[in-house]
Every structure is written in C-alpha cells, then in structure tokens.
C-alpha cells in the first residue's frame, strides 16, 4: 500500500475499518468455533480470511487508481488490521518474499511469533506476580 500522508479524514477512515472489523472479527469467531473443540478453528478461519482479503484489496488497490486514499486506509488498515492483524503480518513477509528479501522475512516470521508468544508469557506473569496469584 503506497504511503499516504496523514490526515484527520485518514484517521477517521481507520478508526472506522477497525470498529467493523473487529466487530465482524468477533462474529466471525462465534460463528466458526464449535464449542465442543478445543482448536481455535475460529480464530484460524478469521486468519485465513483476513489473508484472503488483504492479498486481494492491496493488489486491487495497486493496479488500479480506484479507490482513495481513505478507502484504501479504511478498507486495509482499518478493517483487516481490526479483524485480524495477522493479516498485515503475512502481506508483509509476502511483500518481502516478493522482493527477494527471504532472510527478513524468515527473521520477522521467528521474531514475531517468539517475541509475541513471550510477551504473553511476561504479562501474564506481571499480573500473576502483581496479585499473588499462583502460576
């Protein structure tokens, strides 16, 4: 997505995306996850269409001039950054990869899924600590 200057209209436009992709991010969820199975098939099913749709909306958006800068910003930002950030995440490396760039992709898809399964750990156990709750 090319580099937009910010702009209150921008922000606006993001803001929006983001509530109705999280909102449709939520649906989505309960929609798709079976109670009784412990996979998150909901979670996966929102990452694979979140993909979907990113991949198709940034290359729409780059081989036309139809959309406007707040549409664009509303429609990838917004709304696939609010339904699933993981989306942004695999355009990026897809974006590197395209690029030849495979050693930087390979580093973020490491560095991403082990700093960020480690924060999870670490805030958690901040707020375990925090309480006194057992681990």
């Given at each position: 997505?090319?580099?937009?200057?910010?702009?209150?209209?921008?922000?606006?436009?993001?803001?929006?995306?983001?509530?109705?992709?999280?909102?449709a991010r939520y649906c989505m969820t309960l929609w798709t996850q079976p109670r009784d199975v412990a996979?998150?098939?909901g979670t996966l099913a929102v990452n694979a269409l979140g993909c979907l749709l990113i991949g198709a909306i940034a290359q729409y958006?780059?081989?036309t001039e139809r959309l406007s800068p707040e549409a664009r910003v509303l429609l990838i930002s917004g709304f696939c950054g609010g339904f699933t950030t993981f989306s942004?995440?695999?355009?990026?490396?897809?974006?590197l990869m395209q690029a030849g760039a495979w050693?930087?992709?390979?580093?973020?898809?490491?560095?991403?899924?082990?700093?960020?399964?480690?924060a999870v750990w670490a805030g958690s156990a901040l707020v375990r600590a925090a309480i006194g709750a057992p681990e």
């Open positions: 997505m090319p580099n937009d200057s910010f702009s209150p209209s921008l922000l606006l436009s993001v803001a929006a995306g983001s509530a109705i992709g999280g909102v996979f998150p098939l958006t780059l081989t942004t995440f695999s355009f990026e490396n897809f974006e050693s930087r992709a390979l580093l973020n898809v490491v560095a991403s899924v082990t700093v960020g399964i480690g």
